[in-house]
């Protein structure tokens, strides 16, 4: 008779499993510049999940003195490629201006940077995201690029 009084116990906490092994509604992947692929920063986008929305940020930190942050051009252009689950390629410019930081330091400037928001993909399931600073060069002190994707119901 104990045992079984037990079991109520044992089913509450089994069915709390699956809400704790849930996937995560945010997901930021960071690739530092020296790690970039033939000079594109790659991520791997899960959007597997269509019944709901994408919100995608790019995020970033140029460390420089403001003397040179002043010198570098006023739009950094990205080359944003996009590849499906089947193959297809869709592929974009997208300029940032170089004056939209969040946040500053007199020897840094942080970025986060809206790019999609409430992205519903064309096909579901694991998208390849290459992006490609176009100019790149001309801004010194660029530490890497990182994307944050957002899942919204």
């Keep these: 008779m104990k045992t079984w009084a037990a079991v109520p116990l044992c089913l509450s906490v089994l069915l709390m499993f699956p809400a704790g092994c849930s996937r995560p509604a945010v997901h930021e992947d960071f690739r ?4 970039r692929e033939n000079g594109k920063y790659c991520f791997t986008v899960d959007m597997t999940d269509t019944s709901g929305r994408y919100d995608l940020h790019l995020y970033s930190k140029i460390d420089c003195r403001p003397s040179v942050f002043e010198a570098m051009p006023d739009t950094i252009w990205m080359n944003m490629m996009f590849t499906a689950p089947s193959g297809q390629r869709y592929s974009e410019e997208f300029p940032v201006p170089k004056q939209s930081v969040s946040r500053e330091t007199d020897f840094s400037r942080e970025y986060e940077i809206p790019y999609r928001l409430g992205l519903v993909p064309a096909e579901k ?29």
């Design 32 to 35: 530092k510049a020296a790690d």
């Design 125 to 153: 399931g694991i998208w390849r995201l290459d992006i490609t600073i176009e100019n790149e060069n001309m801004f010194p002190g660029l530490r890497g690029l990182g994307l944050r994707t957002a899942w919204k119901e």
